[in-house]
Nanobody
């Protein structure tokens, strides 16, 4: 059974930082891309960034420079570093997993869509106070 468990969320002041973790179990972690999403109250779930199985990354343009995605395949954990947080970053943050072919050279924005993923964690709440 595929399991993804997020942790690391919390309450932080604007300008602060958090590091979220996504622990995977029940699948070959190295083979899967780990993608981070967030969902604010009343809004649709938004894809943020992708960590491919080989460690390469892709970001939504609006987040470049503030968020950083990484992974440690030896520990089966993905990470999302959140820096310079803003009140509008307040949301539940989720990780999701799927296999993306090493030969894929198409539009990476496709894989920021919620519908592309079958495996999800339960989410971790990030609240940024002003």
């Amino acid at each position: 059974e595929v399991q993804l468990v997020e942790s690391g969320g919390g309450l932080v002041q604007a300008g602060g930082s958090l590091r979220l973790s996504c622990a995977g179990a029940g699948f070959t972690f190295d083979d899967y891309a780990i993608t981070w999403f967030r969902q604010a109250p009343g809004k649709e779930r938004e894809g943020l960034c992708i960590s491919r199985s080989d460690g390469s990354t892709y970001y939504r343009d609006s987040l470049k420079g503030r968020f950083a995605v990484s992974r440690d395949n030896t520990k089966n954990i993905g990470y999302l570093q959140l820096n310079n947080l803003r009140p509008e970053d307040t949301a539940a943050y989720y990780c999701a997993a799927r296999i993306i072919s090493d030969y894929y050279t198409g539009d990476w924005f496709l894989f920021l869509r919620e519908s592309e993923y079958d495996y999800w964690g339960q989410g971790t709440q990030v609240t940024v106070s002003s």
